[in-house]
């Protein structure tokens, strides 16, 4: 079986998740002995081809590939209205682009939803996002080194955020909520990919200089597992997700996670999961140690149900379907 995965993993796009999906899942795709993968070959001739990003490079060679042609929602037009300044025009065109593939691949239930409405004549299948447990796992060394380079004591309570500076990810819940609690530093990985046409994109660059000195904004990092391990709680309050990774990534490494309430999330965490609607909700949650440390003891073990080989191997027997029909 000959499979070429699309994902334009240059220019700002290498910084996005479906870019990071799409690596995790490759790695975990090679494991497996008769099936031969190709990453944003030009060649023509291929059985199956998984789609990750559609921007100008996968458009144009799809037009001319061969083989069943697979795209993952990774990107959706209720994803785009607070990511991108220009989002109703660019979601104009979705629906458009989803109906010309063969099938798709939903990573939640919203974005199943999603595709159906979009595409309703184009099969769809569910299959999570995954995650690689023995990458993402705590390093008491990449913690040192972590909360050395950014000057955080052994007994500072350090609470990460990783995602694109955009309104849809909370960023500004973010800093509202850093402004509540100042006895935790708060710190966000992640800049801005689309540059200019991010959403709100000086309004967020002005707010960011006004923070107060316990947040601290690393842009990129080289190596995102030492702030997970140099992190004592995960914040995530993004206002919509397809299926987050890195959410997936924090309970891998043991973190608590701390999330708005939003169906995504209690895709994964269950109806257990710290949640919050309001910054005073997320102020109080992110103190409350007791639930804290049983959501931390718990984390590890919720990201077993998307270990990145199970999700591999959902993925190669659906590809097999669509091949042999």
Known sequence: MRVNFIVEDFSFFKYIGSSTAAKMLYRALTAIPDLTLAWNSPDKDFDLVHFHTFGPFALWYKRWCSGVKVVTTHSTPRLNRENLALSGLINSFYPRIYRSFDHIIAISQGSLGEAGEMAPRVPV?????GVDRDTFNCDLGKRTRFREQYQFGKQDRVALSVAQQTPRKGIFEFMRVSRFRPEIFWVWVGGFPYGMLSKSYWKIRAMKRACGKNVTFTGYVPDITEAYSGADLFFMPSHAEGMSIVLLEALSSGLPCVVRDIPEFREVLGPEGLYFSTTDEAALMVMAEDRLRTAAAEARELSAR??????????????????SA
Do not use: K, V, W
């Open 306 to 323: 998307y270990d990145i080989s199970l999700i591999a191997r959902e993925h190669y027997n659906l590809y097999q379907e669509l091949i």
């Open 125 to 129: 299948t569910f299959i999570p996002n």
